[in-house]
Every structure is written in C-alpha cells, then in structure tokens.
C-alpha cells in the first residue's frame, strides 16, 4: 500500500484485455497434461464405425465440437452408461427394423485405431465440469500500487482455481493513487459495474491495503453489487495513526503528532492519505474534517447513512486480513476495525462505537456469522499479495 513505485513492468501473467477504465482483464487457466497414450497391441475384436458415434455424446456435433472447451481446460468424463463392463465391445452389426420385418445392417469393418483416438474426441466434444462455477475475482491494488504487484496473487489463482476470470483494475495507480478517494471510489464503481453485470452468480472483491478502504465505499454506495466475499487485505479500515516511511516521504516535515494540521484542513481532505487519517488526540476534528471515513464508518450523520448500511450488508463474508508485523499498517489491528483510544490503547473491533451503535453493520455481520478474521505473524506490508502460506491458509477457501 504505502511503498513507493519500483518502476518495473506492468506486464501481467495471463491475457490483458483492457476494460473502459482501463481495467486490463487477466483470465488464469492452465492446460492440462496430455500425455500420449501408452504403446499397446492391436486388440482381438473387431471394430465398428457406429460405435463410436453411439459413445460420443449427443451434442458432439460439428457446432458441438467448436464450443465444448471449457475455461478449466479439463473435459468431463464419460456420460455414465457409455464404457459397458467389458470395456469397448461394439457389436459388428446395427439392426432396425422395416415395415415389421428385421433388416441386418451390416457395418464396415474400420481399424482399431479408431478406438485410441476415442479419448481425444471425448475431450474435444465434452463440456469442462470444472472450473465453470468459480465466481470472478476483482483486485483493487493500495497506495502506489499496479497491476504488476499482483503477479503472485495471480499465479496461486491460476494454480488452484484454473479458469477463474480475475480482473485487475489499473486505475490511480502510482502517485494517482493520492487523489481523493470518493473520486476513486466513481471511477472504480465504473469499472466494476459491467464485470458484476455478467456475473449474475456473483463476484469476489479482493482489496489491498488503501484498496480495501476504497471497496468498503463501493460496497456502501452500489445498490446492486452482488459481492460474495470481500476480502480486505492489510487494510487501515479504522484509519491510520502512525510515524511510517511513506508518511515521511510525503510529509518530510510533520510528525504523526501534528499531521493533522494538514489533514484536517480542507486542502488536507484532496490527499487519499488525509481521507483515512485518524488521531485519536484530536476526535472532533477527525469527526468534523474528514469527508471519507467518518461517512463510510457512519460516525457522522449523513442522510444516506441507512441506505449505505444497507448496501454493505448485501454483502456474503467479509474476510479480514492482517498481522503484528506488517510495519505500515498503525496500529496494525486496524485491519480488524481495531484502533487506539486516547490513551493509545488498542480497543478491539467490539470495543469499538461504530460496532457497538452497529453504524454500518459490523455488528449484524458478526452476528450472522459473516466476518471472519485471518490473522497472520511475520509478514510485512508489501509481501501480503505475494506469500503464498498467506494466500492457502485466509484467501483460496473463500474464492468459491
């Protein structure tokens, strides 16, 4: 979320295909090993013609054959009922019958071959059964952040989940991402509408860092997502209070103590930084100034806090992500909807008033079973998308 940009390529693994908005369209898939068929001798019986077109399928015609391919890259196995008990016996003749009588049609004898090249036809005009009911995955990268950094993340899809249609968004990347975050919030509401539009089933929103504070918004603000799981990783959703490097990088001169001089003044709020800024000395600035986060956590009154609590709770499971040594994240119980007091003594996620007064829903997602929360020692913040024990043990189980 908060490092700077290392410069390398945007190159993404898989197929980009660039979306309005300039959201690049990345589908993982695999193929599957096809090794060639081990050498055998010529077997005894005899070989028809007709059996094989009885044990293809009945849609495996020249369309069928064109469109049968799944995303998986896997074919389903033979309709039960097509492999008899003896193997593959076709009988040497067909009969029908005619005006009452029964007529023998014989059948030409064709080469045995035939019959090894049965597995292959089945794959070409076999539907794929897996792969197809794996629900779309969105990414939406941090602060400073690109496609590129997601590389990883895409390669453990590909790996576990073959065929799912994962989709980056390239949108604020680099030091775009320091513009307001209701204007990200628009532009990322663009670029994920018509993906939620094909995906009537549903879609997995997968949010890093800064990321992760922008799909709570959209979660709030979109009356129609259909968001099965929103996995928020490594993300400041209770705001952020602490002396890190980036903070130094952008504000040499201020100090965690008296950042909110700047953040809370209204030429403060155009800086995404300042949008999730929360001192817990200075509570009713934070409550007055703040034009990002004391909305979406509904601490200030607004009048589309109940249809924003509405929207947020359409959502499946909402899966939290973070760990002690995440180094940026401050405190990095923020991740959890932690934060510090005026003590600065972490209170926990139902320590919390926006839990306890259920301002946005937290408290009816809890009780319904809907949060769950991962955390993870000995990570820091900018290997969360990329270690794999990370993606197995809090993201794969949710990606459905």
């Known amino acids: 979320m908060f490092h700077r940009p290392s410069g390398a390529p945007r190159a993404l693994l898989g197929t980009l295909a660039r979306l309005p908005g300039k959201a690049p369209d990345v589908t993982a898939s695999r193929d599957p090993s096809n090794p060639s068929p081990p050498a055998r001798s010529r077997p005894s019986f005899p070989c028809a013609a007709g059996s094989l077109l009885r044990l293809l399928p009945p849609h495996a015609g020249a369309s069928g054959l064109g469109r049968s391919l799944g995303t998986a890259g896997q074919a389903r196995p033979p309709h039960p009922g097509q492999v008899g008990a003896q193997g593959l016996l076709p009988p040497p003749r067909l009969c029908r019958t005619s005006g009452g009588s029964m007529q023998v049609l014989r059948v030409p004898r064709v080469p045995c071959a035939w019959v090894l090249l049965l597995p292959f036809l089945l794959l070409i005009a076999t539907p794929a059964a897996h ?11 941090g602060l400073f952040d690109s496609s590129y950094s997601f590389r990883h993340l895409l390669e453990y899809i590909n790996e576990t989940h073959p065929g799912t249609v994962v989709t980056v968004l390239d949108l604020f990347d680099g030091r775009e991402s320091l513009r307001p975050l209701w204007e990200q919030v628009q532009g990322f509401q663009e ?14 929103l997968l949010c890093y860092s800064q990321g992760g504070l922008v799909c709570r918004a959209l979660l709030s603000v979109m009356e129609e997502h259909n968001v099965d799981s929103f996995i928020s990783l490594s993300s400041p959703q209770m705001g952020q209070y602490g002396d890190t490097d ?9 100090m965690r103590s008296n950042l909110y001089r700047i953040c809370y003044s209204p030429w403060g709020q155009e800086f995404s930084i300042c ?3 929360h001192d817990p000395h200075h509570d009713d600035l934070y409550l007055n100034a703040s034009s990002f986060l004391a909305l979406i956590n509904g601490e200030r009154d607004h009048p589309n806090a109940t249809a924003w609590r509405k ?6 499971h909402l899966v939290l992500i973070g760990g002690p040594d995440d180094g940026v994240i401050t405190p990095w119980q923020s991740s959890f909807f932690g934060f510090y007091d005026a003590n600065e003594t ?14 946005f829903g937290l ?5 319904r079973g809907a949060i769950v929360r991962c955390p993870m020692a000995g990570i820091s913040h900018t290997n969360w998308h ?9 993201i794969e189980p949710w990606l459905s």
């Open 131 to 141: 792969g197809a009911s794996y629900k779309p995955v969105i990414v939406v990268h």
């Open 191 to 204: 670029a994920v509408k018509p993906i939620m539009e094909k995906a009537p089933q549903g879609v997995h």
């Open 246 to 254: 980036y903070l130094k990088w952008l504000f040499p001169t201020s």
């Open 275 to 277: 949008n999730y800024w």
């Open 311 to 316: 929207n947020f709770l359409r959502v499946g």
């Open 346 to 359: 972490v209170l926990e996620m139902e320590e919390q008033l926006v839990y306890l007064r259920d301002s």
């Open 363 to 367: 408290k009816t997602l809890l009780a």
């Open 386 to 394: 990329s270690n794999r024990t990370l993606y197995d043990t809090c």
